[in-house]
């Protein structure tokens, strides 16, 4: 099963979010100066025809009480890689779009978290609590249709198509909804009296094909309900990391540590889970003036346990002079090696034996999140040097 998920009226909820007085108004992002059009705007503000790439003067003149803020990309980016970074703790296969968007390949985790609806809803609810905006969920058999589910229920939506329905819903699904469909195909597509994509079936392949070319292919494929395209995650094999924005600037080591430790938890369970171990870690800091510094070790071995990866971020943390408000930690993990390749071991006896140890641990963490869910158990760690 393919999930798709997309932020509600992502950049107008953010500008919400950060300011409650633009709360349940007309918001507009975009440029007001010039040609600008709108990146995005409010459900409030949709309620008068406001639309994206819509030209700001014509968004004026049709909510004149409009509040138009210009974009904060940088802000956004931050959000969208926490709400990334959470999504790798449901499935392994994360592939991200947009700032907004991404797919997940859920077929695997149904041991773990129980069938698409308790996932679909699980994701939701994370989401919300971690940087409280709404998302529309939609889960299908194949991806095309993930992302059709998704748009149905918006706002705040979840949708699923089961493979029981799926035939059902194609051939009741508007073709114009079918990604690539633009407008001159549906001119086309109307010609042949095609509507819905089950009418796609009408037609014998060759006649499709001769007259669509290329694309005839793949709406014939569409309308069986076949979609080859799997969830592709970039990015997944150069670097692993968890970040959050504060929900108050700090200078308090003590308290960046915590999250640390959260950081360094998500981070080693996803690489115990890919079965990889990490050469170097990487810290990440951004300070309330949005500067953005990190500090990287290589470590000797390699590895995939949350002690250790949190110990060294300890340590990048200790040597970096924190004189300005921090608003947001992460820690990454790159240079990654197989679990089963060679590692190299330069550690005394004793270390690798505590080495090892953490590795029980991290086994037993593991295996108690997997079966009672990811709060069962909490680090009591806080560890000092
Ligand atoms: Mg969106």
Known sequence: MILHLDMDAF???VEQLDNPELKGKPVIVGKSSGRGVVTTASYEARKYGVHSA??????KKKCPQGIIVPGRMERYKEISAEIISLLGDFSPLVE?????????DISGCRKIF????????????????TVKLSCSVGIAPVKFLAKIASDMKKPDGLTIITSDHMPEFIDKLDIRKVSGVGKSMTR???????????????????ALANRLGKYGHRLIAFSKGI?????????QAKSISAENTLSMDTLDKEELKVYLLRHAERVGRQLRRHKLRAGTIMLKIKTAEFKLFTRSMTIKEPTQSTEIIYRKAVTLLKNFRVDKKIRLIGVGVSSFLLETGPVQMELFEENR??????EKVDRAVDGISEKYGKHAVKRASIYDE
């Open 114 to 129: 129980g069938g698409p609806e308790k996932i679909g809803a699980d994701i939701k609810k994370k989401i919300k609590a």
């Open 11 to 13: 950049f107008a909820s």
């Open 54 to 59: 819509m030209p700001i003067f014509e968004a």
């Open 353 to 358: 034996e505590q080495a090892s140890n953490w």
């Open 227 to 235: 979609d080859d395209s799997p969830v592709t995650p970039f990015n």
């Open 96 to 104: 991200q779009v947009s700032i907004d968007e991404a797919y997940l």
């Open 188 to 206: 086309q597509l109307e010609i042949l009296g095609i509507r819905s994509l089950g009418d796609i079936k009408k037609y014998s392949e060759t």
